[in-house]
């Protein structure tokens, strides 16, 4: 088996989690066996996915592929950016400071809140009735 220079990372965002390969080539890009534009066809989406890319100016100069599981298009967008990011860093270590100084290396905490007792949802509560 031959040796090849991929790097893994893993980025997560709300209940995404994205293993994110990179590898020297052209360019291509494969979230879960699908092109980018198949998988993520808004240009918006793409575009934040590829800030690490376009800030460290790799663009086309890496191919990805990425497994990416769990939660929803935004969350697993985010997943993406980060596990990207953190491979970027294992490649190159002096971009670390380029990335970390735009916030791409900052896993992004936000969660859903989860529903209380006794009440309709996170933060929302029955009406109040005086009598």
């Known amino acids: 088996m031959a040796k090849t220079q991929e790097i893994w990372?893993?980025?997560?965002?709300?209940?995404?989690?994205a293993r994110v390969r990179i590898a020297p080539g052209t360019g291509?890009?494969?979230v879960n066996g699908k092109a980018l534009g198949e998988y993520f066809p808004t240009a918006e989406i793409?575009?934040?996915?590829?800030q690490p890319l376009t800030i460290t100016e790799n663009n086309n100069k890496?191919?990805?592929?990425?497994?990416i599981k769990g939660g929803g298009p935004?969350?697993?967008a985010g997943a993406f950016r980060h596990g990207l990011a953190?491979?970027?860093?294992k490649m190159d270590e002096s971009l670390r400071p380029v990335l970390k100084n735009s916030g791409l290396l900052t896993r992004d905490a936000r969660v859903k809140e989860r529903k209380k007792p006794g009440q309709p949802?996170?933060?929302k509560r029955f009406q109040f009735s005086k009598r």
Do not use: E, M, P, Y
Not at 11 to 16: S, V
Not at 62 to 67: C, L, V
């Open 62 to 67: 890496i191919d990805i592929h990425a497994n």
């Open 74 to 76: 935004s969350g697993q």
């Open 86 to 89: 953190r491979a970027l860093v």
């Open 46 to 50: 793409s575009t934040f996915i590829f």
């Open 9 to 17: 990372a893993t980025g997560r965002r709300k209940c995404a989690v």
């Open 28 to 30: 291509k890009v494969k």
């Open 121 to 123: 949802g996170a933060r």
